[in-house]
């Protein structure tokens, strides 16, 4: 079976001589009700880059109710315009529809906006000197929190022990989380308030690092760090606004207009839907319910199901499923042992016949899988999980909802060459995150090996095999900023220019597939693609005003691209300070 949409494929200098011929040559408008129709507002003089196939740049923009009405030139543009249209001159600026996250952690992002922010950290010192510092703060017995160490960022890239905190925060418990959310750093108090011990066994699809003794070491992976996690006190409602609004602030800076955020729980879901139902959620938030929560679903039937939701600014659309951990920690799993860890081939964080078994009863409650599989084998258990929810519900069947038609693996980011062509036959849309190869990249091979490697990451080869890829970043696990994304894509490179060329740069992709993968194609992947991700008439009008052309600068001034403006649904949501007044 093959996707329903194929995304452009051509060069940039085809994309730049579309430009022209449309703008000069063609001078197409496309509109949803004629020339009479009067707009809200219009928006001319600029370099409008649409994502629309049939209209892919324009000079000027016509808005109404939201929405747009028509895109092209300046002059057909101007036939919209009535007593009372606003009309905004762009000055040359650009404008792109507004970026969508297809993969992130909304909340989490709150949560790691109000934590100890451990990114960029170089040695397990250095975070027990932030703890420390924060301990004294903090009443004996408060929980002390923060995400973003890596060990492999280290001059010692070994895994930390609980005796570093202990001697900071002895009497305060800690839970620091590794930057991708699959190992927690803990220490003693926490342990202790958990009962994790010696002779506490390792939970199924998790493992706890001991020592030589067997005594934990402070370091619990994947599903063990719901050991400790599960005694951290649950946040209140007004804990819950507090995130919120730290995360929407700061997205919105960003560009970002839409997210999938990814294994939220009920207080999550209730939080994004009275913020909706009051007029506060500014982005677009799609939510994948968290599939470890064995009650959710019905959960969510006893409240009216997903469509009891829906909101313009809101909805439930599927359901987080869990194959394997992390590549980062060695708990992905692997076909074969790890290359720099010949005893070790990884976690299944699920059993084979339970995925399945969770996944059909998803899609029969027609809610949209997405099945998180980093590594080869845990791509293949997705797969094969896929494959067996087919059996019970093939797509062409009359009751399967639209979201079945549409599976999700979630990073995709180890696959094994002969997978690939399971993903057209199966229609699986593969989620995966720029950065992720960037931050990946300096450790990834010695992880994976030589031979592996040539599926990792494999962006180019996916496309080559018409597979949908939608982008995201996995925030907080990466930088929230989508450019961020944008320059990994077009580069795969750090934002040194390390490697010269990019790393296995024939996986790179142009310009124009990275910004379809942030905009349009992550709204096809969430079943939005009528709604958003092009600027196109009908569509809500969510764009953003740049500082500079992202299709004309250098490749390596893709990262530094600012926001000057972001709007949803024609509404001015963020304005940068520069661009105030003008």
Same mark, same amino acid.
């Given at each position: ?291 470890? /929560?064995?009650?959710?679903? /019905? ?98 069947? /009359? ?155 250098? /490749? ?27």
């Amino acid at each position: 079976m093959k996707t329903e949409h194929v995304p452009p494929r051509g060069s940039h200098r085809i994309w730049l001589l579309a430009w022209a011929l449309t703008l000069c040559v063609v001078m197409v408008t496309v509109t949803t009700a004629g020339a009479q129709e009067t707009a809200d507002q219009i928006i001319t003089n600029g370099v409008i880059y649409t994502m629309d196939e049939e209209i892919p740049s324009a000079e000027a923009m016509a808005i109404s109710g939201g929405r747009v009405i028509a895109v092209g030139a300046a002059d057909e543009i101007e036939t919209h315009r009535g007593p009372n249209t606003r009309v905004e001159d762009l000055g040359g600026r650009t404008m792109i529809p507004g970026l969508i996250d297809a993969h992130a952690h909304a909340i989490g992002l709150g949560f790691a906006l109000r934590a100890l922010d451990l990114l960029g950290t170089s040695s397990a010192e250095e975070i027990a000197e932030m703890v420390g510092a924060v301990s004294e703060t903090r009443a004996a017995g408060e929980w002390i929190t923060g995400r973003g160490w890596d060990q492999n960022d280290w001059s010692v890239q070994e895994f930390p022990t609980r005796e570093l905190l202990d001697e900071v925060a002895w009497d305060r418990p800690v839970y620091l989380t590794r930057v991708d959310g699959h190992a927690a750093w803990v220490n003693t108090r926490a342990l202790e308030l958990a009962g994790v011990t010696a002779e506490t066994p390792e939970p199924d699809g998790g493992k706890i690092l001991r020592d030589d003794d067997g005594e934990p070491t402070g370091v619990l992976v994947d599903n063990a760090m719901a050991l400790v996690f599960d005694e951290i006190p649950a946040p209140d409602e007004a804990e819950y606004a507090a995130r919120l609004e730290a995360a929407q602030n700061h997205l919105l800076s960003l560009g970002v207009t839409g997210v999938h955020t990814m294994g939220d729980g009920r207080e999550s879901v209730e939080a994004y839907h009275a913020w909706a139902r009051a007029g506060k959620l500014k982005p677009r938030i799609v939510v994948y319910v968290d599939g470890w /929560d064995k009650e959710i679903l /019905d959960w969510l039937s006893e409240h009216g199901g997903p469509a009891a939701f829906e909101d313009p600014h809101f909805r439930v659309a599927g359901v987080k499923l869990y194959a394997d951990g992390a590549l980062g920690s060695r708990g992905a799993a692997l076909l074969e042992p790890y290359s720099d860890d010949p005893a070790n081939e990884g976690l299944l964080r699920t059993r084979p016949d339970t995925l399945a078994a969770d996944l059909t009863r998803v899609v029969g409650l027609g809610l949209q899988p997405a099945i998180h599989a980093i590594g080869d084998r845990g791509n293949r258990v997705a797969l094969a999980a896929i494959a067996a929810a087919y059996d019970v519900y093939p797509p062409d069947h /009359d009751d399967v909802d639209l979201a079945w038609k549409r599976p999700r693996i979630e990073h995709a980011q180890v696959i094994a060459l002969d997978d690939i062509d399971r993903f057209i036959d199966l229609g699986v849309i593969a989620s995966m995150q720029p950065t992720h190869a960037t931050s990946d990249m300096y450790w990834a091979e010695d992880r994976v090996g030589p031979d592996r490697i040539g599926g990792a990451y494999a962006w180019r080869k996916l496309r080559r095999a018409e597979v949908h890829i939608a982008c995201g970043s996995d925030f907080p696990v990466e930088s929230a900023n989508p450019f961020y994304g944008l320059y990994a894509a077009v580069t795969r490179q750090d934002r040194e220019g390390w490697p010269e060329g990019g790393w296995y740069p024939e996986e790179r992709m142009t310009r124009e597939e990275a910004l379809a993968c942030f905009t349009r194609d992550a709204a096809y992947a969430a079943g939005m693609e009528t709604e958003v991700g092009t600027l196109s008439p009908g569509k809500w009008a969510d764009y953003l005003v740049l500082d500079r052309d992202f299709m004309l600068i250098p /490749d390596g001034d893709v990262w530094r691209v600012e926001v000057l403006r972001t709007v949803i649904g024609g509404e001015v949501v963020y304005e940068a300070p520069s661009s105030e007044g003008e």
